[in-house]
């Protein structure tokens, strides 16, 4: 460990700022200010009042159930519970109106199904003050959201093995998780990791300030959505923290601008540690690519510091990664127009115009049929999405590429209906074969059967997906639900630059200086990580000889180079199958239940967001998608027993009676969306009944006019 006792090297620079970067600092805290990021005197002693609130309520809560089950007046009197905070709360880098994230820890004798979930659950539905309160038992880390005096809650639970809890608690110790369970575990981590972190870092407020613009960034730059297959909260915080500590003296916006130059140049799936991994006494799973199979796939590892320390961003695929690195390259670039005086921090800021950078979208449209099922069947089709990303990459050996987009848009016209999109494109540097197709049909069944597997399906659940182009958007994903005007074609950069007000020369020679230093600083700090872990290394040898299955090497030193995102990083159908635990097709779509598309085509008889397309709607060159009249076999529609599922029966009848796509929306016939059908089946298979396919188009990606879309 590093003398300055942060981290696993020593810092890359311990220099101060200079008086320049005292003026660009004073710039970006103005910039944040004006963004609206902080919030009121006002509110921030309303959410203390809440937190107060609850932690009483959780504390009459516990001696309730104490008193339930028995327990001595004595006993009953000592019985406690206790609030904690985490996430962007517990950092100090939350905004007006953000949820506080809590933990509820109480004693063993208060269990999480029966007295958390059922009568502390049953308390606060009775509280006039408490709105919207949804829990969520199922969830990897189970939790109750609700509202609480208009402040937004999600509230976790940990019962630890102690009959009393004291109320200077201290969850940061090791002890604290001695003989729970799994999802206690899970519930104490992010309370852990983020006293950790905040015990790591040099500069508490300077590492406050860096992370509020790093998340304003993210969002804006859509790649905040740990679901999604970006990066989360925590995430963020771990990658800001590792900053701070290479460059323990800088200021906000000297961190903010090392941010990018360094994991600009960072050689992923080396990780990113704050501390050494402790190995810890309770026998624990620990990350570790050594002996562990899956911790060998992941591609962006993010270390918890807190025991026991794991990936926490794991969901990265590999096409989350590209346009992450690409985010990193754009902000690199464009802070060094700052440090030149040419650009302002709002810039890097600009929000990502994601409807008009690709020529292809798939859209993913969902129903249900109330307020209640759409926010289940939301939240776990927004989990599974991630999923379509890793089966496009598996079936395509890597060359295409997915960009979601983090959130839901609705056409407020319609109700329990909101649409997803991901867009697609060739990854660079793939040597594309003339005319070239990717068939997308078994791929979007595979996705399709994962979602109906979701426990708690309704017949009214239901999930369609399309491709779209980007002329045929549907007008309500814009703003005003306007559809922005093409912008004029403009040969060389498209990253426009904000000037900021004109300096003297000296300045300017000044801020060439700066750069000129501060590359030769980073430059060196690769020598200088490399060979500060050279000990960490040794003791853990076999993490430089071991190498994931796409051929790239894992080094714990988190080492800096000269290289972006590995470009060979596909994902193999058996790892994808391994992670994914994929259901049976027979039991996917429950056999004996009517099927989604019985249900839509009695009740709802139009398609979702139908599309209102802009005349004459100018097209950028890029992926082209083709309309085939051709079948092949598919093994997807078939059962375990061989024979068809019920869906594709249904689907083949309704198809060939009505001239649709067997689902009741007329998603072909309005010219602007073609759905992403299943193949038929044609082909000769044992024991398979063999029925004739309809003429139905099928959706091909082709790729013969290869140009980048902007």
Known sequence: MGSNGFGISEPISTGGPTELDVIQNGELEKFLADAGLYESNVEAIKREEVLGRLDQIVKTWVKSISRVKGFNDQLVQEANAKIFTFGSYRLGVHGPGADIDTLCVGPNHATRKEDFFGELHRMLAEMPEVGEL?????AHVPVMKFKFDGVSIDLLYANV?????????????????????????????????????????????????????????????????????????????LLVARICQLYPNALPSMLVSRFFRVYNLWRWPNPVLLCPIQEGSLGLPLWDPRRNFRDRQHLMPIITPAYPCMNSSYNVSTSTLHVMMEEFKRGYEICEEIEANKASW????????????????????????????????????????RMLTLKIERDTNGV?????????????????????????????????????????????????????????????????????????????????????????????????????????????????????????????????????????????????????????????????????????????????????????????YRNGISTPENVVVEQFQEPIGRNVIAPQAVDDLGEELELKNEFRPFSGLTQANGTRSPIAAEEVEKTSQNGICGNGFDFLQNGSREELEPHELTAETPNVTLFVAPSKPMIRLSFTSLRKTS
């Open 134 to 138: 949804h829990p969520v038992a199922g």
């Open 161 to 237: 093995a102690a009959f009393v809890i004291p109320e200077d608690l201290d969850i940061s110790k090791e002890s604290i998780l001695h003989a729970v369970d799994e999802i206690t575990v899970r519930s104490l981590n992010g309370c852990r990791v983020t006293d950790q972190v905040l015990h790591l870092v040099p500069n508490i407020q300077s590492f406050r300030t860096a992370l509020r613009y790093m998340r304003l960034w993210a969002k804006r730059r859509g790649v905040y959505s740990n679901v999604t297959g970006f990066l989360g909260g925590i995430n963020w915080a």
């Open 346 to 385: 709002g810039t890097v800021c600009e929000p990502f115009a994601f409807f008009e950078a690709y020529k292809n979208y798939l859209q993913i449209d969902i129903a249900a049929e109330n307020e209640d099922d759409m926010m289940n069947w939301k939240g776990w089709v927004e989990s599974r999405i």
């Open 400 to 588: 295409l590429q997915c960009h979601p987009y983090p959130g839901e848009f609705s056409d407020k016209s319609r109700l329990f209906r909101h649409s997803y999109f991901m867009g697609l494109r060739r990854r660079e540097g793939a040597n594309p074969q003339d005319g070239e197709q990717f068939d997308m049909r078994m791929t979007v069944e595979d996705f399709k059967q994962d979602v109906y597997h979701y426990l708690d399906w309704k017949a009214t659940m239901l999930i369609y997906v399309n491709h779209v182009k980007k002329k045929n958007i549907p007008i309500f994903v814009f703003p005003g639900g306007v559809r922005p005007s093409p912008p004029p074609r403009v040969r060389g950069s498209n990253c426009q630059i904000q000037k900021s007000p004109i300096s003297s020369s000296g300045e300017i020679g000044a801020a060439v200086e700066r750069r000129k230093r501060r590359h030769e600083e980073t430059n060196s700090g690769v020598n200088q990580l490399e060979s500060s872990f050279s000990s960490y290394s040794s003791d853990t040898s076999s993490f430089a000889d071991t190498k994931t299955s796409k051929g790239h090497e894992l080094n714990v030193a988190g080492t800096l180079c000269n290289a972006n995102a590995p470009e060979n990083t596909s994902i193999s159908r058996h790892d994808v199958n391994e992670s994914i635990n994929q259901p049976e097709t027979a039991e996917t």
